[in-house]
């Protein structure tokens, strides 16, 4: 099983506070700790705030974007927002700031849409308002929000202690969403640290760093995959992972259960060749195929349903019928891995 084109893969994290919000370390040690897990871009996104904009750039092979988090009148509705020049009103509704940003010719991420939480000490800030739709993409799953999800006074401790245990599977909600808003239109689905740093105090004792940025950069990373490499110059580069979003060129994976770079999912059909992202055409030709590091349960899933499933590092998959398919990789019970669409049209190339 072999590609017929080369692709270059970046490892992201996606959702990261600073102390320009309410974050606790600065963007400087957030970036060294990039450095030292090979991580190739950053997307720090403090709330309502673009006051560190000035330390864009690259940093020894990290790239470093700044935007910042929007959010509604009432504090709800939650929206990332990447390449505009100024933080947008808090007056504006979520249709006004979403299609601001899209006018603007940035880029604007969902966050956290379907949070829920189990504990009043810490509200919910879901995303409510679906006629708002000019946005690129969606967290399908955020770190943060899974934690505050899964706590409660029962297990406080454990995840306390172990924040990345709970990191089993995203929000069924929020997958049943995102495959329904891609039959109609590309929307990406997006993996997000929403990394703090947060410290609490435990048994009223001491305190203790709830997620420190060394976990929130090793659990759930957005990766791009591209026929050219990054370029070396840095408004080139922005651009670059900008256009990998809008064209959902993106896989997720949950570093906890396994490194995940190396993955592929791609279709072939005679002469013609469709990667993450992209659109091919339906034939009897046309076959999809999975190259992963590792074994695991691969399941393709078609227009949200999900429709086979097979085991090991690699499988290959007929399809007959035109539709949206992505895969989703599981080991022992827990998502590793989830692809962006390739779509299947009909006609001829």
């Known amino acids: 099983m072999s590609q017929n084109e080369k692709l270059y893969e970046y490892v992201g994290v996606v959702h990261i506070h600073t102390l320009d919000s309410d974050g606790t370390k600065p963007h400087e040690y957030i970036i060294k700790l990039a450095q030292k897990y090979n991580i190739d871009f950053l997307m720090f996104a403090d709330h309502m705030t673009l006051a560190s904009r000035s330390k864009e750039g690259w940093y020894d092979g990290v790239l470093v974007i700044i935007g910042y988090e929007h959010e509604d009148p009432t504090g709800i509705n939650h929206y990332l927002v990447f390449g505009v020049n100024e933080v ?11 299609t601001r940003v899209h006018e603007a010719g940035g880029i604007g991420i969902i966050a956290h849409p379907f949070e829920s939480r189990r504990m009043q000490k810490y509200p919910p800030y879901p995303w409510t308002e679906w006629d708002a739709y000019q946005f690129d993409g969606i967290e399908i799953w955020n ?12 297990n406080k401790l454990k995840y306390l202690l172990k924040p990345r245990s709970l990191l089993h599977a995203p929000p069924a909600l ?26 609490l105090r435990l048994l009223k004792l001491f305190w203790r760093t709830v997620f420190p940025y060394k976990i929130g950069l090793n659990s759930l990373w957005t990766h791009i995959l591209a026929r050219k490499p990054i370029p ?13 979003i809008r064209e959902c060129r993106v896989f997720i994976s949950n570093r906890r259960w396994g490194d995940a770079r190396g993955f592929r999912f791609f279709a072939k059909s005679g002469g013609e060749f469709a990667s993450i992202g992209d659109r091919i055409h339906l034939s009897p030709k046309l076959r999809f195929f999975v190259v992963a590091p590792d074994s695991s349960d691969i399941i393709f899933v078609r227009n949200g349903e999900k429709i086979e499933k097979k085991h090991g590092k690699t499988a290959e998959f007929k399809p007959f019928e035109e539709g949206i398919y992505r895969v989703e990789l599981v080991r022992e019970g827990k998502v590793w891995i989830i692809s962006n669409h390739i779509r299947v049209i009909s006609g001829t190339k």
């Open 232 to 244: 070396e110059n840095f408004q080139r580069a922005k651009d670059f992972v900008f256009d990998a």
């Open 143 to 154: 770190h943060m929000s899974s934690w505050l999800e899964g706590i409660a006074c029962g």
């Open 174 to 199: 929020a997958i049943k969403k995102w495959d329904e808003l891609n039959l109609s239109r590309k929307v990406c689905g997006i993996a997000s640290a929403d990394a703090h740093g947060y410290k």
């Open 88 to 98: 947008l009103p808090r007056t504006l509704t979520p249709k006004e700031y979403v």
